[in-house]
């Protein structure tokens, strides 16, 4: 039989230290989710997100905006220092108390009784006399003139007057594509190193173009999202996209650039791809 040496019985006690400590922290972390439940304040720790404690405790990471509107001391949502407080559900609004009005009863209407009609003898007239009343009352012969009448032509229709109209295209509105779309770049990284960005911020872009790119140039940040399938056939129809925001070209280094996100639909992310800038408003003339 084997015995046991002193370097046996060290590396026995570290594996079971580790192992008790493992189960430790796996305990303690249960004990912290269950004890910061939806509906309680949470109380922010060193290198928490909004992203984070969505995701821990209402079990979706893209609910973080709701977070950022339920609590509005938050100015700005990617700064959050150890210490804030945090409300993790909404505001629930007071319910509103239906008014009991009483029962209009009835009125009376009270009833103008009339007076009975007498009833009167009506008297014939004779006839001699309906006769000689006739006479004098035909009127004398008018001699008929012919009269000219002109033809009255409708008034002749004016054209239809031009009006431009525009149409202002939905900026966060997505679309269906029944092709895998890349883009012409893609967004690299932020200049402040964030996770998310958002209108403001400086971002470093790379193309996949062999067109120019220039100073000033805009373009539109996309983002893919999931597969679009027939409800029936259950066959593939596409692929569905969101426009999360447009930015602007500023500088170039090379074969990279920097640019500045100009507008922001929804939090954008390092990864998500850029295409040719969508104008806001479309111009058409109508006819009415």
Known sequence: MRKWGPIHLITALVVSFCFVLSLWAEEKKEKEVEETRPGDV???????????????????????????????????????????????????????????????????????????????????????AVEAEAKKTEPAPVEKRAEVVAEARPPEPKPPEKRREFFRETGSAGFLSGTDLHGIGVILDSKEGKNMMSAGDIVYLAFKTSKQVLIGDKYTIFRAMDEVRHPVTNKKIGMRYNIVGNLQVIDQYSNFFTAKIIESFDAIFKGDRIQPYMKEKTEVESKQ
């Open 42 to 128: 949470y109380t922010v720790k060193p290198g928490d997100t909004l992203w984070d404690i969505s995701s821990k405790y209402l079990k979706d990471p893209y609910l973080w905006p709701k977070l950022w509107q339920q609590n509005p001391y938050i100015t700005n949502p990617h700064w959050i220092y150890p210490g804030n407080e945090i409300r993790l559900s909404p505001f629930e609004e007071p319910r509103k108390v239906e008014e009991i009005r009483p029962r209009e009863e009835p009125k009376e209407v009270a009833v103008e009784q009339r007076p009975k009609e007498e009833k009167i003898e009506e008297r014939e007239p004779k006839p001699e």
